[in-house]
């Protein structure tokens, strides 16, 4: 096991793409650490570095204590699991998960013992024998991992490895690779853009947007206290709403269509002229109340989930999606007023997409 240091990471290609900048973090021993952003945000550059695949342009890449920048990577004790794992097409499951020993020089006996032990792990002590065109997409994927395992390493590396399964094949991996993690007790680092596999696997984020590290903390740590307005509106699904406007006296949030009533945080009064309010889909409800100082528009678009609904409201500037449980949910066309519910709001300067912070923790 050994804890992961990336000191001011740096990372310009040979045809002048800038693809990490100034990207420091410290995932401690044993943590499940998930690096997650749009693609092209540089995560597997990012991981190809920790690895040894790729130079550094700039900074210190630590493994336990050690600085691995220039250690290759066979040495670097580290194991990687692709979204494309090539398989040996005409070895057994057995022989494919004991080749990587085998070429070390281990003993036919140990090798043995490693991969049944590893084969028990993840379910594959039955198809040990089959050949990888016999074998479904998420065991072909279980035994990349069991190659990966067998070899004890102190850091898994891994990149997007569940995106060629089908969906419910995928929720099925990411509760096993939560399990294993818990059981080996590794220090894990997933690269994914997909923020829910993110959010359900992590026990802390790492958002990447551009090259850069936007917010490490764990998954609910950044959904309620997103740091900046891009993680507010990658983490969560569907998207928070936002609506662009500045504070107008002491109560009130007003938009360029007229003031909502909404209290302004304490210690709001040196905030930025230009500011952007974010409200999650559930932070905001439908009412009937003709109040001219709540939010209106008109339905667009209703989406009943089953347990709940999605109801798209046409606010002029911007479509807001709300959560609803309600029984009665309004009809397409038909004009409804947004109440926001205290403590959901979340303030953004809408120049430097910083989070805005009053003196209270929930505003
Ligand atoms: N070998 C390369 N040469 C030039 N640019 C590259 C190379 N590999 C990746 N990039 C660029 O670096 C950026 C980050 O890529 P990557 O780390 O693969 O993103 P992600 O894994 O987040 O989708 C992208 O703009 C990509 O086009
Ligand atoms: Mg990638």
Redo the contacts with the bound molecule.
């Keep these: 096991m050994a804890r992961v240091t990336l000191e001011s990471l740096e990372k310009r290609?040979p045809?002048g793409?800038s693809?990490v900048q100034a990207l420091s973090l410290e995932i401690p021993d044993g943590e499940f650490c998930v690096l997650v952003?749009p693609?092209?945000?540089?995560?597997?550059?990012?991981l190809r570095m920790i690895a040894g695949l790729e130079t550094l342009t700039a900074g210190v890449i630590r493994i336990g204590e050690r600085v691995v920048n220039e250690v290759p990577p066979k040495e670097r004790d580290i194991a990687m699991v692709f979204q494309n794992y090539a398989l040996y097409p005409h070895m057994t499951v057995h022989a494919n998960m004991a080749f990587g020993l085998r070429m070390r020089g281990m003993s036919r006996a140990e090798a043995d013992r490693k991969v049944r032990e590893a084969a028990d792990m993840l379910e594959l002590t039955d198809l040990l024998e089959r050949r990888p065109k016999a074998l479904s997409g998420g065991q072909r994927q279980r035994v990349a991992l069991g190659r990966a395992i067998v070899r004890e390493p102190s850091v898994f590396l891994f990149d997007e490895p569940l995106s060629n399964l089908d969906a419910k094949l995928r929720v099925q991996m990411r509760a096993e690779l939560s399990r294993l993690h818990r059981r080996l007790g590794a220090t894990m680092i997933y690269?994914t853009?997909d923020q829910v596999e993110a959010m359900t696997m992590g026990q802390r984020l790492a958002v990447m947007n551009g090259g850069t590290l936007r917010q490490a903390a764990a998954p609910m740590e950044i959904y309620d206290r997103p740091a900046d307005r891009f993680t507010a509106e990658f983490i969560g699904s569907p998207a928070m709403n936002f609506t662009r406007g500045r504070l107008a006296g002491s109560e009130q949030f007003a938009t360029a269509e007229g003031p909502w009533r909404l209290p302004a945080p304490v210690g709001a009064s040196d905030w930025p002229e230009s500011l952007d309010l974010g409200v999650r889909p559930e932070g905001v409800s439908l009412t009937n109340a003709e109040s001219g100082d709540s939010p209106q528009g008109t339905v667009v678009l209703v989406e009943p989930l089953g347990s709940e609904s999605l109801v798209h409201v046409d606010l002029d500037d911007a479509v807001w999606v709300v959560r609803s449980r309600d029984a009665e949910l309004p009809r397409v066309g038909e004009v409804v007023c947004l109440s926001i519910r205290p403590g959901c709001t979340h303030f953004f300067d809408a120049g430097s997409g910083a989070a805005l912070r009053g003196m209270h923790a929930t505003v």
């Design positions: 290609f045809d793409t693809a952003g693609s092209g945000c540089g995560k597997s550059t990012t690269v853009h």
